[in-house]
T-cell receptor
């Protein structure tokens, strides 16, 4: 039982390049989330998916797209990376659509030059 | 002003000391979480509470809904407790999402 896994762990991009961050969970959770964490700021929600087939914008969605491929997988895509997207990205999942414990992945550290 | 405020931002302690980290919030909430982020970056959930008090080992979390305040206490602190402790709330108007505080960095020295 791996919990929530994320790939890659670390990535360096040049401005304008694209990439997809992958997230998978094996806990049969309905809800999945993408957050970014920047120094001096709390975790901020980028996008979330309350259930398979649905996605919604969070607090900071600009410059990102997501896909809820199936119940297990939720990917985050940067179409044209910008230095402002340098951050640590966390994927999380929870069993309940609403209130409930969230289980976090190990994070992806992204540097955009 | 952030909807979730934590204090202090940084905290150092000697091993064995009693630690208190505070969280105040300005929105109506359905539940409050305390999370721990290890130096390596991983985040784990410690508590979810909506009233009263919860205890797990040396960790105690309390919440006062009327005062919109929660505290996380660590008894007999140990260097392995060194981490960032994060408070987060489910707001009453949108329980799908968590609102996070900026965290309290705790260092416990032997």
């Amino acid at each position: 039982n791996a919990g929530v896994t994320q790939t890659p762990k670390f990535q360096v991009l040049k401005t304008g390049q694209s990439m997809t961050l992958q997230c998978a969970q094996d806990m049969n959770h309905n809800s999945m989330y993408w957050y970014r964490q920047d120094p001096g700021m709390g975790l901020r929600l980028i996008y979330y998916s309350a259930s398979e087939g649905t996605t919604d914008k969070g607090e900071v969605p600009n410059g990102y797209n997501v896909s809820r491929l199936n119940k297990r997988e939720f990917s985050l895509r940067l179409e044209s990376a910008a230095p402002s997207q340098t951050s640590v990205y966390f994927c999380a999942s929870s069993a309940q659509t609403r209130i409930g414990d969230q289980y976090f992945g190990p994070g992806t550290r992204l540097l955009v030059l | 002003k952030n909807e979730v405020e934590q204090s202090p931002q940084n905290l150092t302690a000697q091993e064995g000391e009693f630690i208190t980290i505070n969280c105040s919030y300005s929105v109506g909430i359905s539940a409050l979480h305390w999370l721990q982020q290890h130096p390596g970056g991983g985040i784990v959930s410690l508590f979810m509470l909506s009233s009263g008090k919860k205890k797990h080992g040396r960790l105690i979390a309390t919440i006062n809904i009327q005062e919109k305040h929660s505290s996380l206490h660590i008894t007999a602190s140990h260097p392995r407790d060194s981490a960032v402790y994060i408070c987060a709330v489910h707001s009453s108007y949108n329980t799908d999402k968590l609102i996070f505080g900026t965290g309290t960095r705790l260092q416990v020295f032997p």
